[in-house]
Structures are given as structure tokens and as C-alpha cells.
């Protein structure tokens, strides 16, 4: 069975252009790029050429760019090296749908003592920036706030909050893993000190991310060791993966164009006629500014796990919430924060599309979903009691 990937939020296929750019790095030019010799040298000379490819997609400079090994990582080196930059700062601001990379680690620091703001959103997953505004103070050491959201796409309004947090004296990180490539950001005209961003979303391998860091920021590694990426970030350098991801930047810029024209306009039709054919459905943030791939639908009365798998019987994959919390069958904390209701909130389906999806994957879900969700709704007497009467 083909499958049907509607799952880029997750992960995304490694493009074979960018596949075939690492391909060498393993078994024929293995050097380790911080030897001496030759064998090194040709190595470090792609990173270096990688390292141009990503600070140009970002708008950077190469010495902003740190190598680390996932979207994960560099979120948290940026908070952790906030908090000791600041030692006799104890307030930290993020928000209610931050993905867990970020907010686990904040709920943690409540527990050394910091006190922990969580701003929240609207119904429609735009952040609340009058509490933002009411909440940020002198004693904020980091601010760390999502660029685009991975369950429902709503963007945030950074910049706004980055020059908030700026003029508070607080440093403002970004983790912007579901952003870049999808839209253009500039940091040499920006007011982040920080972002994270993550290969495997970008058509790049799993394994190698980044963390931007803008020049003359204060930075404690997370990381310590050799000196690899000037001592900000120790440990041999990933070097095909590295590679992989300055290919994976260099396409994303050119593909960009065509992210917001042809994979919104699949993304849309999607949407549209999802909505058109089966009743009692919301679109999770359909009101807000949103990344061009995603779309994030609530079925009242069915269950998004039973969705998911009779979606998958026919080849066709989707997600109910973020990948690290659909083991579990709690509403997704995106959309409780949303104050989405319960009986919509079990029922949510994110389709996230790619420049590699097609018009004829859209219409097999077109012509697929509805009969699912009819014949889900029509198994619970719940579903039956509340749609009586409709097809
Ligand atoms: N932040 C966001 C918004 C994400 O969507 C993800 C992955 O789903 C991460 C961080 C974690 O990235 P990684 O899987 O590279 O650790």
C-alpha cells in the first residue's frame, strides 16, 4: 500500500537532493571535520558551506549558527543558558501551547524555585499579548514563545513580543522548528536573540538541529566538551547531517514561494471540502493566522484515535495531536488551552501537508473521510442521540 503522508508536522521524507548530498559523508569522505589533515579539511569546508546555506534561509551570519542534534536541544540550551546568564533572575514567561520541549522544561524550573508564566491564547490559539504585556518585568530572565504552532499552524505574533521582552531587559528565544521553510524570517532585521529550528521538518535527516544565536547575546553551553562550534556546543561534529541540513535551507528557500501558493491551496481545498461534506466540525485556529500546510479539524462526537485508525487502513496518515502526546488519549493541551469543548476536542485531526503532496492524495482523503467519521458517529450511541436526524 502507498501511503498518503499527511503527517509533516512530525516528520518530513529527506528529500533525495538533500540525500544525495550526504551520501558521501559516511563511508567515502568520514573525516572528522576538526582534524588537521586533508581528509578532515574537505569535510569541514562542506560544513562551513552548510553553515552559509542555513544562516542565509535564517537571514543570519554564519557565527550565529550552532549545530546541535535536535529541535529539542536547542530549546533547551536557550533557556538553560538564559537562566544562568541571569542568575538573580527568576521569572520565566512561555506559553500554554508551547510544544513539551519547551514547556516541560519550564514547569520544571518551578520546582528550583522560578516562577513560571504561561500566557494563554484565545479560541482561536492567538496568544493573549495584553497579559503578555501585563506580565513580563524586569525580573524575566527568558521569554520563549513559538513562532508557529505544530497542532493547529497559528503563528504568533514574535517580533510584537520580542520587542516587548527586549525592552524589559529579558532575552527572547523562539522555537520556530515548525516556521522555518514555511515562511520567510530575517533575523539581521529581527529582535530575537534565539531560535531553534529542527532538520527532520524541513526535509533534512532526524538527528540535526540548530540554534540560532544573534551575535553578542550571553550564552552558557548546555553542551560542554571540545571545542566545537566555539566551545558553544561540544561534541563531534554530525557532519552528513549537517551537510544534509544546508541543502535541505538552501531548497527551502527555493521552495518557499511555492509553500504558500500550491501547498495552500491543496491545503485549503482540503479543508473546504471537508467542511462542506461532514457537519458538527470546527477548524481548530481557522480564524488566526496560520502556516500554509496545516489544518487541524474537530468531529464532534467521534474519537480522533478511532479516525486515525481507519485513516491509516486505507494508507492514510494524519495525527490527532503532536506526536509526543498521541500515546495518550488526554484532549491535546493545545486545544484544552483553546478551551476547544471536550466532546470537539477527542474528535481533532491534523492533516500537515508538503511541496511532495498531491492533488490526487487530497482527493482520496476528500472522498474518504466522510464516510469514516458517518459510520464512527453512527457506532456511538452518544453521536446518534446528538445527530438525529442528519446524514
Ligand atoms: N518544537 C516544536 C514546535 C515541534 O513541533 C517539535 C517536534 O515535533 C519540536 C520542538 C522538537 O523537535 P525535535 O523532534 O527535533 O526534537
Same mark, same amino acid.
Not at 499527511?6 to 582534524?35: I, Q
Not at 457537519?279 to 462526537?301: D, H, K, Q, V
Given at each position: 500500500?502507498?501511503?498518503?503522508?499527511?503527517?509533516?508536522?512530525?516528520?518530513?521524507?529527506?528529500?533525495? /537532493?538533500?540525500?544525495?548530498?550526504?551520501?558521501?559523508?559516511?563511508?567515502?569522505?568520514?573525516?572528522?571535520?576538526?582534524?588537521? *589533515?586533508?581528509? !578532515?579539511?574537505?569535510?569541514?569546508?562542506?560544513?562551513?558551506?552548510?553553515?552559509?546555506?542555513?544562516?542565509?534561509?535564517?537571514?543570519?551570519?554564519?557565527?550565529?549558527?550552532?549545530?546541535?542534534?535536535?529541535?529539542?536541544?536547542?530549546?533547551?540550551? /536557550?533557556?538553560?543558558?538564559?537562566?544562568?546568564?541571569?542568575?538573580?533572575?527568576?521569572?520565566?514567561?512561555?506559553?500554554?501551547?508551547?510544544?513539551?520541549?519547551?514547556?516541560?522544561?519550564?514547569?520544571?524550573?518551578?520546582?528550583?524555585?522560578?516562577?513560571?508564566?504561561?500566557?494563554?491564547?484565545?479560541?482561536?490559539?492567538?496568544?493573549?499579548?495584553?497579559?503578555?504585556?501585563?506580565?513580563?518585568?524586569?525580573?524575566?530572565?527568558?521569554?520563549?514563545?513559538?513562532?508557529?504552532?505544530?497542532?493547529?499552524?497559528?503563528?504568533?505574533?514574535?517580533?510584537?513580543?520580542?520587542?516587548?521582552?527586549?525592552?524589559?531587559?529579558?532575552?527572547?528565544?523562539?522555537?520556530?522548528?515548525?516556521?522555518?521553510?514555511?515562511?520567510?524570517?530575517?533575523?539581521?532585521?529581527?529582535?530575537?536573540?534565539?531560535?531553534?529550528?529542527?532538520? *527532520?521538518?524541513?526535509?533534512?535527516?532526524?538527528?540535526?538541529?540548530?540554534?540560532?544565536?544573534?551575535?553578542?547575546?550571553?550564552?552558557?553551553?548546555?553542551?560542554?566538551? !571540545?571545542?566545537?562550534?566555539?566551545?558553544?556546543?561540544?561534541?563531534?561534529?554530525?557532519?552528513?547531517?549537517?551537510? /544534509?541540513?544546508?541543502?535541505?535551507?538552501?531548497?527551502? /528557500?527555493?521552495?518557499?514561494?511555492?509553500?504558500?501558493?500550491?501547498?495552500?491551496?491543496?491545503?485549503?481545498?482540503?479543508?473546504?471540502?471537508?467542511?462542506?461534506?461532514?457537519?458538527?466540525? #470546527?477548524?481548530? !485556529?481557522?480564524?488566526?493566522? #496560520?502556516?500554509?500546510?496545516?489544518?487541524?479539524?474537530?468531529?464532534?462526537?467521534?474519537?480522533?484515535?478511532?479516525?486515525?485508525?481507519?485513516?491509516?487502513?486505507?494508507?492514510?496518515?494524519?495525527?490527532?495531536?503532536?506526536?509526543?502526546?498521541?500515546?495518550?488519549?488526554?484532549?491535546? *493541551?493545545?486545544?484544552?488551552?483553546?478551551?476547544?469543548?471536550?466532546?470537539?476536542? *477527542?474528535?481533532?485531526?491534523?492533516?500537515?501537508?508538503?511541496?511532495?503532496?498531491?492533488?490526487?492524495?487530497?482527493?482520496?482523503?476528500?472522498?474518504?473521510?466522510?464516510?469514516?467519521?458517518? #459510520?464512527?458517529?453512527?457506532?456511538?450511541?452518544?453521536?446518534?442521540?446528538?445527530?438525529?436526524?442528519?446524514?
Amino acid at each position: 500500500m502507498k501511503e498518503i503522508y499527511l503527517d509533516n508536522n512530525a516528520t518530513t521524507k529527506v528529500d533525495e /537532493a538533500v540525500f544525495e548530498e550526504m551520501r558521501p559523508y559516511f563511508c567515502e569522505l568520514y573525516g572528522n571535520p576538526s582534524s588537521m *589533515h586533508f581528509f !578532515g579539511g574537505q569535510v569541514q569546508r562542506k560544513v562551513d558551506e552548510a553553515r552559509n546555506r542555513v544562516a542565509s534561509l535564517l537571514g543570519a551570519s554564519t557565527d550565529e549558527i550552532i549545530f546541535t542534534a535536535c529541535g529539542t536541544e536547542s530549546d533547551n540550551a /536557550a533557556i538553560r543558558s538564559a537562566l544562568e546568564v541571569f542568575p538573580e533572575k527568576r521569572h520565566v514567561i512561555t506559553s500554554r501551547v508551547e510544544h513539551p520541549a519547551v514547556l516541560t522544561q519550564c514547569r520544571n524550573l518551578t520546582q528550583k524555585g522560578y516562577r513560571v508564566s504561561e500566557i494563554g491564547v484565545d479560541g482561536e490559539g492567538r496568544l493573549d499579548m495584553e497579559e503578555f504585556k501585563a506580565t513580563v518585568d524586569t525580573d524575566t530572565a527568558i521569554v520563549s514563545l513559538m513562532y508557529a504552532n505544530n497542532e493547529t499552524g497559528v503563528i504568533f505574533p514574535i517580533e510584537e513580543a520580542a520587542a516587548i521582552a527586549k525592552a524589559k531587559g529579558a532575552l527572547f528565544h523562539t522555537d520556530a522548528v515548525q516556521a522555518v521553510g514555511k515562511i520567510p524570517l530575517d533575523m539581521a532585521n529581527s529582535n530575537i536573540d534565539m531560535l531553534s529550528l529542527s532538520g *527532520h521538518k524541513l526535509h533534512a535527516p532526524k538527528g540535526i538541529g540548530v540554534l540560532y544565536l544573534r551575535r553578542g547575546t550571553p550564552f552558557r553551553p548546555f553542551m560542554v566538551g !571540545g571545542h566545537q562550534e566555539k566551545s558553544r556546543r561540544a561534541g563531534t561534529e554530525n557532519a552528513a547531517a549537517i551537510i /544534509a541540513l544546508g541543502k535541505a535551507c538552501e531548497l527551502a /528557500a527555493q521552495y518557499m514561494e511555492q509553500e504558500n501558493t500550491q501547498v495552500k491551496v491543496l491545503r485549503d481545498r482540503l479543508q473546504d471540502e471537508l467542511m462542506a461534506s461532514i457537519p458538527n466540525a #470546527r477548524i481548530n !485556529g481557522g480564524g488566526a493566522e #496560520r502556516l500554509p500546510n496545516t489544518t487541524s479539524i474537530a468531529y464532534e462526537f467521534v474519537e480522533g484515535e478511532a479516525i486515525l485508525l481507519l485513516l491509516s487502513e486505507l494508507g492514510i496518515c494524519a495525527s490527532s495531536g503532536s506526536a509526543c502526546t498521541s500515546g495518550s488519549l488526554e484532549p491535546s *493541551h493545545v486545544l484544552r488551552a483553546m478551551g476547544v469543548p471536550f466532546t470537539c476536542a *477527542h474528535g481533532s485531526i491534523r492533516f500537515s501537508l508538503s511541496r511532495f503532496t498531491t492533488n490526487d492524495e487530497i482527493d482520496t482523503v476528500i472522498r474518504e473521510l466522510p464516510p469514516i467519521i458517518a #459510520r464512527l458517529r453512527l457506532m456511538s450511541p452518544f453521536g446518534r442521540e446528538h445527530l438525529k436526524g442528519q446524514k
